[in-house]
């Protein structure tokens, strides 16, 4: 456990270190200071050796809710599922309100410029005795970081052992095993508007991902997308945070059932090629994650929504707009995955199971899973523009309506989310239709 969390520090690091000594050298040479600079280039490697490890004793402690806690078992595990939901939410809730002053605070407009950012730029550039005080703050900030890197780090080797010695690998027990063609709840919602072979590919998708989720592991991707390049720049911009949640949100959703989709399917590949239209392919998937993310936008933001100060408009809008971040991520991720050769895919390791499992290896997946997160950002451009202060402001100083500005610029997100999302898998489609076996 302790070579795989050094090799994904490793590679995490390369990834994003050329990205942050840009950030860094622009954050001093705006700020004057280049001891800013130096203190964002230590303090980088620092984030992400806990950004890893946050990441594996989630991912370890998620497995172990999905296998024990929530255990498929109907209506009890539905409720235990809730419920660890509900706990979430209210954790996140209130860690919102302590952190509002400061969020508050890295909110600015066109007339203060890095002003608002004084407290941040304080920590690093102190006045009177620069160098003492910066050396303690360091050492307590690295202190404790020490201490909760490390905490994580033994508990996510204990929970990996615990997983590998005393929970069962094989793949002879029966898990979910009812038909595919069996009516059910998803039948009556879907019926009349979905055809049977789109449902059908529904229920496969998220099946597979029930009995082997490897996919549940890429929201650990998001993680570190939002919290090294997406909190700077919402900080810096002044972007209502909310807006960086459902991109959140709409990201972990997206990326679960879009990304490598040749992998996924490689073993029935051929007869999927013969049988499955091109059409049943890519909508199932696609449906699939819009359904699972209207689900986790309602219960993970929704509630947080309404009891915040946006109206109940701009809530319900923002709900909308993760739910489009998501089918934007999904149908990009198709339409890129089908674009791989069958040569480019081999057997890749799963987590605590020996169900055999086919991936795309090398840096390729990588690289398509960052281009996605960063086209999908791309299509938030209206909504993040139009909700940031120093864009509605001058706006309504010719008098155009604030709430216009930031309603307007939400429902032009929905419309371009759509846009993508409907061309991305056209794209799949037709490169679904003209796929060869290698």
Do not use: K
Request: proline share 5%.
């Amino acid at each position: 456990m302790g070579g795989l969390l050094t090799f994904v520090y490793a590679r995490t690091l390369a990834r994003i270190g050329p990205p942050a000594i840009g950030v860094a050298v622009g954050l001093g040479l705006a700020a004057d200071s280049p001891v800013l600079s130096l203190s964002i280039l230590v303090a980088t490697p620092a984030m992400v050796a806990l950004a890893v490890a946050v990441g594996a004793a989630s991912g370890i402690a998620g497995r172990h809710a999905v296998t024990h806690v929530v255990g498929g078992r109907g209506i009890r595990g539905s409720v235990r599922l809730v419920a660890g939901v509900v706990v979430f939410a209210a954790t996140f809730a209130i860690a919102s309100l302590v952190g509002a002053p400061f969020s508050d605070s890295t909110r600015f407009g066109p007339e203060s410029g890095l002003d608002s950012l004084s407290p941040v730029i304080e920590f690093f550039r102190p006045s009177g005795d620069a160098t003492g005080i910066l050396a303690l703050r360091w050492l307590a900030a690295f202190s404790t970081l020490s201490l909760i890197v490390l905490a994580l780090v033994s508990v996510s080797v204990a929970s990996a052992q615990r997983h590998w010695l005393a929970d069962p690998v094989g793949t002879s027990r029966a898990v979910d095993s009812r038909s595919l063609l069996a009516r059910g709840r998803l039948d009556r919602l879907l019926g009349g508007r979905v055809s049977r072979s789109t449902r059908t590919v529904i229920r496969g998708t998220w099946r597979v991902e029930r009995r082997n989720p490897r996919g549940l592991l890429y929201p650990t991707f998001v993680l570190v997308f939002v919290g090294v390049l997406g909190f700077p720049v919402f900080a810096l911009a002044g972007i209502p945070f909310a807006l960086l949640l459902v991109l959140a949100l709409g990201l972990a959703a997206g990326v679960v059932f879009g990304t490598d989709p040749v992998g996924r399917a490689y073993r029935p590949l051929p007869l999927l090629l013969t049988t499955a239209d091109a059409r049943t392919f890519v909508v199932g998937p696609l449906v699939a994650t819009v359904l699972t993310a209207v689900v986790l936008v309602a219960v993970g933001f929704v509630p947080l929504g309404l009891l915040s100060a946006a109206s109940v408009p701009e809530t319900l809008l923002l709900a909308v707009v993760g739910v489009g971040f998501a089918a934007t991520t999904t149908a990009v991720a198709l339409a890129m995955g089908l674009d791989v050769s069958t040569d480019a895919v081999g057997r890749v390791p799963t987590y605590f199971s020996d169900v055999r499992t086919y991936g795309e290896t090398g840096w390729g997946q990588f690289r398509r899973v960052g281009t996605g997160f960063l086209l999908t950002s791309a299509v938030g451009l209206p909504a993040f523009l139009g909700n940031a202060a120093w864009v509605y402001d001058p706006l309504a100083a010719v008098g155009v309506p604030i709430v216009a500005v930031r309603l307007g610029s939400l429902a032009l997100t929905i419309c371009v989310a759509a846009g993508v999302s409907w061309w991305s898998s056209r794209v799949a489609i037709e490169r679904y239709r003209g796929y060869e076996l290698v």
